[in-house]
């Protein structure tokens, strides 16, 4: 199992930046995938940017050009760097892993991203 912290949300005006960070521990030899997916209120969870052991990334259409996923495998962490947000960016944003399967099975408790307008 892996354990997944989550930090660096909080309150921002539309059109600012914030950069989450995820910290794996754990049985992190076998996570493969990284990923972050989000909830809104009163809405279901959604996929926002996955990368890769070898550094793909691939995002949802929703934050391409404005959401970039980075990791560092030395420091079992990655990052959401999140530019140009939008009020519809506010939710809770989960970190996730995965093996080469592609299956997330291992969740972080969130934080919470606000974007005021």
């Known amino acids: 199992q892996v354990q997944l912290v989550e930090s660096g949300g909080g309150l921002v005006q539309a059109g600012g930046s914030l950069r989450l960070s995820c910290a794996a521990s754990g049985r992190t030899s076998s996570t493969y995938f990284m990923a972050w997916f989000r909830q809104a209120p009163g809405k279901e969870r959604e996929f926002v940017a996955r990368i890769s052991w070898r550094g793909v990334t691939s995002y949802a259409d929703s934050v391409k050009g404005r959401f970039t996923m980075s990791r560092d495998n030395a420091e079992n962490t990655v990052y959401l760097q999140m530019n140009s947000l939008k009020p519809e960016d506010t939710a809770v944003y989960y970190c996730?892993?995965?093996?080469?399967?592609?299956?997330?099975?291992?969740w972080g408790q969130g934080t919470h991203v606000t974007v005021s307008s």
């Open positions: 996730a892993a995965a093996g080469q399967g592609g299956k997330f099975d291992d």
